[in-house]
């Protein structure tokens, strides 16, 4: 067999490709570039994403002290700048922005600068004193500016400009245009222009911006940096043939994280910028972040933020780990994390609500050229192409000199070979091809956020955790199995005094085990009919192959069970404040026993626990589970009024992906059932969705999900049929609770955003119904808006 130099040529171009293809998840974070941690720089305050709750909350540290950010909901990317930060809500459907210059009671008060409720914000970037966004699906760059004394307005670039990145520095805000890969600035001075001047026809796959200057990695894998160099920011150390995984920039001096050891490299700072050598020679981080004159890391070891630096005023914690905790390392994302996996320890840092997506990190075959140390400014390095020399390209493979590595390459270049051999294509039409290729290929590229736990929040598929096996049968060895005697010392012998409510299953009393610890005791009827044996056989059965295998905040935990001859109880965590059914439909309580109800923000928390607690059932039990009986009385509340779902006698295992599931009988509650469902006897866990549409209209209107008319003579009326024509005509103040005092302001738009979504959940037919990750997504976008407080920052400009 022979190969000649046209095919070899071919397939060290196919090998250039793949290679620089691996860098473009690479992490930039810099002075205002998204990510999972931010710093504003005038302050000295550092602002972090937390690990570990169900919602993604911001924390943030400020001379020593730790402040608490409102609204307490989950963000998926901040960016600091000179005196304020921003954050974009999961979703990118909100961007909220805290002036940090004081705080109110250990808190920045938050203002809202924009909310829509279909177009999707990402790359979020805070130059000193400018906002910007691109929309993810058209790659329009939006831009605000904050109102106050020396602010003056900024620009967004139009909408004639479509950019797959951006990030933002003093003055100036530069993207990676879309249609080809190159740097394209703007903003209130000349900076922006030069930096865009300088980098003229490069090709980009991401960037991050400093205070004067801009770094990132070419299309053909080389890392430049451009722009101001007064302290030699731009001298990318000769030996950076290695990747980079991060980037920082400051004022006048660049840092990176090394992709081999996750250990830190430096150049620029004339001396200005003091690194500390224990920082980095021990520290492998995860990201890296700076303001002006200094620089903030999260660890590896244990995703703690460390801080140092001139300008990192707090001398006791120079070098030292905050005390915000964890800190998550990229966003929680409500998809698929692709071919390059999940980040360890994903769910536990996510707790439940998404994945952490890994970075594709896979060292180059061969050694890159960069630029040489003190080239001029004006130097520009071209990407590789197939008009470069031929002879040039196999002299890369001389200096390999490993043979491990060579035999790599060899067996790639024999498999390649062997496609183009078979297929006889002629070395011409390869390269037009990979010319073509190149250009396609850098496109879709540069379409992905420059975060590398990003690259995956904008994939299709909406059905995650599937590939964590067994990540919901961890706790199914905590179930404990108790006896009879036991429950009924428990119960005070199954008395009445104890008893809390009743169902299709049987009775529930409220019991203490002898270890002092309450709980809910649900007994199933003791009758001898074959046919109710049998159901409570059934929903017995049901709920343990089910409970004992489920963790999570927002369902109710089953404690144990007990299976003695004829007797069927199980024991559940104990819900002080009931069913939200008790709490809805009795007056009596919501006038006095239930005033947190009241409160038009409680009633959307409630709803965004339920939805949250399906969530998990639907995306990432394994297998999913689908509930069948999503209703108000399946609600229950614990002390902390955190709503939790609760009853999984008639759940079932539901099917992959999207794929119906046949039931030979449908079952449920008469209001609450999907009329699909009911009708065709077809599941799905849009099924599911259709009950959680009804409660959210519960929670509007105060009514029952089937009703009597206060109409002279009419008989009962459906919830939906009622409420949903009003709702979709405008007069939405018609049907509201007029037990709870009226929405005002932002709180109104969240009572509406919550009514829409209900009247979405509860389309006649499934697939007009939202997914449960959308339901959640809305509820989150309303919850935020009752924390709101007017926006004082500008309208985008074009």
């Not at 896979?362 to 031929?390: G, H, M």
């Not at 009393?509 to 005791?521: D, S």
């Not at 079932?652 to 009708?679: C, H, N, R, W």
Request: one cysteine or more; aromatic letters at 8%.
């Amino acid at each position: 067999m022979t190969l000649n130099l046209s095919h070899l040529t071919n397939v060290f171009i196919i090998i250039a490709i793949i290679t620089s293809l691996l860098y473009a998840a690479a992490v930039v974070d810099g002075l205002g570039s998204a990510s999972t941690i931010a710093v504003t720089y005038s302050t000295a305050t550092v602002c972090g994403i937390i690990a570990g709750e169900a919602t993604q909350r911001i924390q943030c540290y400020q001379n020593g002290q730790i402040i608490y950010i409102q609204p307490n909901v989950s963000f998926e990317s901040i960016s600091g700048g000179q005196t304020f930060f921003c954050g974009l809500l999961s979703g990118g459907f909100s961007v909220l922005c805290w002036e940090t210059l004081a705080a109110t009671n250990s808190s920045f008060q938050p203002k809202r600068i924009y909310c829509s409720n279909s177009i999707q914000l990402t790359d979020l970037t805070v130059g000193d004193n400018q906002v910007c966004a691109r929309e993810v699906n058209s790659g329009i760059a939006k831009c605000w500016r904050g109102k106050g004394r020396g602010r003056s307005p900024f620009p967004s670039p139009g909408v004639d400009l479509r950019f797959s990145t951006l990030t933002s520095g003093s003055g100036f805000t530069c993207g990676i245009l879309r249609n080809n890969s190159r740097v394209y600035c703007w903003g209130n001075n000349d900076v922006g222009d030069e930096i865009q001047t300088q980098f003229g026809n490069l090709t980009m796959l991401n960037l991050v911006a400093g205070e004067s200057h801009a770094c990132g990695l070419t299309t053909s894998g080389f890392l430049v940096c451009k722009g101001s160099n007064s302290a030699g920011q731009l001298d990318v150390p000769f030996s950076s043939g290695f990747a980079f995984s991060g980037l920082a920039l400051g004022s006048d001096f660049s840092c990176a994280i090394k992709q081999s050891d996750g250990l830190l490299s430096c150049w620029g700072g004339a001396n200005k910028f003091q690194l500390n050598s224990n920082i980095l020679k021990n520290f492998p981080f995860e990201l890296i972040v700076a303001g002006l004159d200094f620089t903030c890391g999260l660890t590896t070891r244990n995703l703690s933020i460390i801080c140092w630096g001139l300008g990192w005023s707090n001398v006791l914690h120079h070098g030292n780990e905050l005390a915000l905790g964890m800190i998550i390392p990229g966003p929680c994302v409500q998809s698929s994390c692709g071919t390059c996996g999940v980040y360890p320890n994903s769910e536990s840092l996510c707790d439940g609500y998404g994945n952490i997506c890994k970075s594709c990190q896979t060292e180059l075959p061969i050694a890159v050229p960069l630029l040489p140390r003190k080239s001029p400014p004006s130097q520009q390095v071209q990407p590789l192409s197939p008009s470069r020399d031929k002879n040039n390209l196999p002299l890369a493979f001389v200096i390999v000199g490993s043979v491990g590595v060579f035999a790599g390459i060899s067996s790639i270049i024999y498999c390649l070979h062997r496609v183009l051999h078979h297929n006889s294509v002629q070395p011409s039409s390869i390269n037009a091809s990979l010319n073509e290729n190149t250009a396609a290929t850098a496109h879709n590229a540069s379409t992905t956020p420059s975060l590398r736990t990003f690259s995956a929040k904008h994939c299709s598929s909406r059905r995650l955790g599937r590939q964590r096996s067994g990540s919901s049968s961890k706790h199914t060895d905590k179930t404990q199995k108790f006896s009879l005697s036991e429950l009924a010392a428990a119960t005070n012998n199954f008395s009445m005094e104890n008893k809390i409510g009743a169902g299709s299953f049987g009775i529930v009393y409220k019991g203490k085990l002898a270890n002092g610890r309450e709980v809910a005791i649900k007994r199933g009827e003791t009758g001898t009919k074959i046919k109710k044996f049998q159901d409570k056989e059934s929903a017995f059965d049901s709920e343990i192959a089910l409970l004992s295998r489920l963790h999570h905040k927002h369902l109710v935990e089953l404690v144990g069970f007990c299976d003695e001859k004829d007797e069927r109880l199980l024991v559940y965590e104990y819900m002080s404040n009931g069913a939200l059914h008790n709490h809805l439909h009795y007056s009596q309580n919501v006038e006095q026993n239930s005033s947190i109800l009241n409160s038009w923000k409680m009633r959307i928390k409630i709803a965004l626990d339920a939805a949250r607690g399906i969530n998990y059932l639907h995306n990432y039990a394994v297998p999913p589970i689908i509930h069948r009986d999503i209703k108000t009385s399946n609600i229950l509340i614990d002390a902390n009024w955190t709503a939790r779902v609760s009853d999984f006698g008639l759940s079932l295992m539901g099917p992959e992906f999207d794929q119906e599931f046949m039931s030979t009988k449908a079952v449920g509650t008469v209001g609450y059932i999907d009329p699909e469902y009911y009708v065709l006897n077809v599941l799905t866990a849009k099924s599911d969705v259709y009950g959680l549409g009804v409660v959210l209209l519960e929670l509007l209107t105060g009514k029952r999900a089937v009703f009597k008319s206060e109409e002279e003579g009419a008989g009962p009326m459906g919830l939906v049929e009622y409420a949903t024509q009003f709702i979709s005509a405008g007069q939405l103040k018609k049907v509201l609770d007029k037990r709870v005092c009226p929405p005002e302001m932002l709180e109104a738009e969240a009572v509406e955003l919550m009514a829409y979504t209900a009247m979405h959940c509860v389309n006649l037919e499934g697939k007009e119904r939202p997914d449960i990750v959308d339901v959640v997504s809305a509820l989150e976008r309303a919850l935020a808006l009752c924390d709101v407080t007017p926006a004082s920052f500008s309208t985008p400009s074009n």
